[in-house]
Nanobody, 122 residues
Framework: QVQLVESGGGLVQAGGSLRLSCAAS????????MTWFRQAPAKERVFLAI???????YIADSVKGRFTISRDNAKNTVYLQMNELKPEDTAIYYC????????????????WGQGTQVTVSS
């Protein structure tokens, strides 16, 4: 079992930045695919960024240039750095983990955090 705990959400003005963290339990974090999704009210969960290793990651085109994903295997933590935030970035942000190579679909993931709220005011 893997437990994921997100932190770092909050209220920020448009143009501001936040860094989300997702701490994972377990001793096999290194081999996990770690991914960030978000879900706005009445909308589907949307893929944002994926990390397969400390040097292999991919960012969705919709947030590329503003968001970056990184991970620290020694700390069992994955991060989402969000810059130039916009009101449309307001959502609950979820961290997800898969114990194998996974892709960008939410169905690929069997472990989820509780989510952290990000609110961007105009």
């Amino acid at each position: 079992q893997v437990q994921l705990v997100e932190s770092g959400g909050g209220l920020v003005q448009a143009g501001g930045s936040l860094r989300l963290s997702c701490a994972a339990s377990g001793r096999t974090f290194r081999g996990y695919t770690m991914t960030w999704f978000r879900q706005a009210p009445a909308k589907e969960r949307v893929f944002l960024a994926i990390s397969w290793s400390e040097t292999n990651a991919y960012i969705a085109d919709s947030v590329k240039g503003r968001f970056t994903i990184s991970r620290d295997n020694a700390k069992n933590t994955v991060y989402l750095q969000m810059n130039e935030l916009k009101p449309e970035d307001t959502a609950i942000y979820y961290c997800a983990a898969a114990s194998r190579t996974a892709g960008t679909r939410a169905d690929d993931y069997n472990y989820w955090g509780q989510g952290t709220q990000v609110t961007v005011s105009s």
